[in-house]
């Protein structure tokens, strides 16, 4: 997947240091390198072209032919954007690492070692499919235990996680436990069979009925192993230097090549690593860190869950009631081969119409509390097995939902990804994710539709201004509100525009909040207190760019020029023939 859009402010404190202005400028002048990889791009300080790889899906963790990765290089210039940037897209930064131990000391001057030590004790966040299952993970009583216990004794297992995310609200029943050195690691099947061919083929067959396995080695580590269940639900790995040879050990038994191949090549990098730091810590204290974005695409999460998802897509059944049609659920994601080759591990269906759709509990309840609350109900009896045979899954009922929109909203629950969605079901999309308390799923919509506005006419991107702010889809009413501010002669000739306005609150009598102090971009948006036109009038000054003394006056012009077009647009209202004048 493409790094994480995500951005967040580093502590106060940061701009707080003092400094010399020299420390803040590169030792290398800012170059571009157009054709150059992501080591160049590091060390020219070239932000548009490391974006660009890094949205390509280059590995930001890969070395060079001189073993030195690229947040070395921009660490090395002292190039603070572009490190950032790094950092924020999964760069390994813990100074307890061979390459992070290398950054730290190369860093050109303290700003760029206080980044590297903010990322250090903060990870940049989780993707929501990430976070929403690392979150069921923790949830779970005996895992929550021990990461509680770690905290107690000075390694953080889980960074970041707040007490809300520990909290009952989150959990939802593991269908596995696994006993190592007398203590238990609750799990669910169907993401550990996606993330290991080991634990499928054990699924499938010596543990297809058990509930709990007990493991007798007595050199299985158990933090390793806890390290590797975690790291199957959130796509990051949080380990001590201690158990890092124990996880290369698991890693070989569970197939996870990728993994395998990391970790040990960490190792020899150990062994050379000066921890100048750290000389009274054993290894035991020092923490090794992994995004997933180190790991190949196929290797990753999201991809491991839509292998999941198209053999549960080849089972789907369609009521035989219905004539020849073709069940394009079955046909979307994979082929109809994968029928009884793959075993999908589905323990609930969804019903829309007389199509059942086979899911699975787990990413249902951790991505939608809707749903949680819906299993949740479902413990006692069966809903919805009427007519069906006695060995059916559980099936949830559904309705007033579209089979395409509830194909695209169980896409985005397992990849967290959204592909090909038709601006005609935007709307219906909007919609489900407000129903299923799926509200990352407008942002989703919102990045997939975005490219369609630009080409949208004035009287289309009127009808999405009000779908967004009627959804709360900020991304898309911030960019017609962007677009109308800066076009707004073009879209005041508009009869569409016109109309619209007469279907707004009127905007804020009160000049203080609206002239004084406008929202600076990025600024968080009170959705209570927002208004379409007070908005409007903020972006219409920003583009004419008008001193500060004289917003007062021009938005008061601003509101005059409203005021003319609701009157035009109510004597157009009147002019309109009626559908009584149609008829004669």
Known sequence: MPPTNHRWTLDADLDGIDLDASDFSSSLPLKKVPNGDVFEASRAGDIDRLKYLLESGVNVNARDQWDSVALYYACLAGHLDAARMLLESGAICSEHTFDGDRCHYAALNLKVRKLLKAFEARPPPLGPLQAAL??????????????????????????GVSSSVMS???????DVTFFVQGRAIEAHRVILSAR???????????????????FAREKLSYPALYSLIHFFYSDRLEIAVDDMEDLVRICKVCKCDSLQRIIEKELIHQKY???????????????????????????????????????????????KSLDGSVDSLAYSFGSLQMRDSVNDLADVCIRVGKKNFRCHQVILASRSEYFRARLARMKDFHEGKDGLPIEALLCLEE?????????????????????DIDPDQAEEMFDAASRYLLFPLKRAVADAILPHLEMVSPAELCHWLILSDMYGVWKIREYCLDTIACNFETFADTREF????????????????????????GAVINTDQANLLDDLREKWLEAEAAELDKRDES???????????????????????TDEDCSE
């Not at 012009?557 to 003319?564: H, S, T, V, W």
């Open 555 to 577: 938005a008061l012009l601003f509101d005059k020029r409203l005021e003319m077009l609701m009157v035009v647009a109510e004597k157009e209202k009147s002019d309109a023939p």
């Open 196 to 214: 290991s061919p080991f634990f499928r083929r054990k699924f499938e067959n010596d543990w297809r009925y058990r509930s709990e396995v007990r």
């Open 399 to 419: 309705h007033d939902l579209s089979l395409e929109t509830l194909e695209k909203m169980v896409e985005y629950m397992y990849t967290d990804s959204l592909k």
């Open 134 to 159: 690392r979150d069921t993970f923790l949830a779970c009583a005996a895992n929550k235990d021990y990461t509680e216990q770690a905290e107690l004794g000075g390694f953080q297992v889980s960074v």
């Open 498 to 521: 016109r109309a619209m306005l007469l279907t707004l609150p009127p905007p804020s009598g009160d000049s203080s909040l609206r002239t004084t102090a406008p929202s600076a971009p």
């Open 168 to 174: 009952n609200s989150n959990h939802f029943s593991p």
């Open 273 to 319: 690593a000066d921890y100048k730091a750290l000389r009274d810590l054993d290894n035991s204290q020092k923490r090794y860190i992994l995004q997933g974005a180190s790991l190949p695409e196929e290797d990753r999460l999201p991809a491991a869950l839509h292998r999941i998802l198209q053999a549960s897509l080849a089972k789907c059944t369609v009521d």
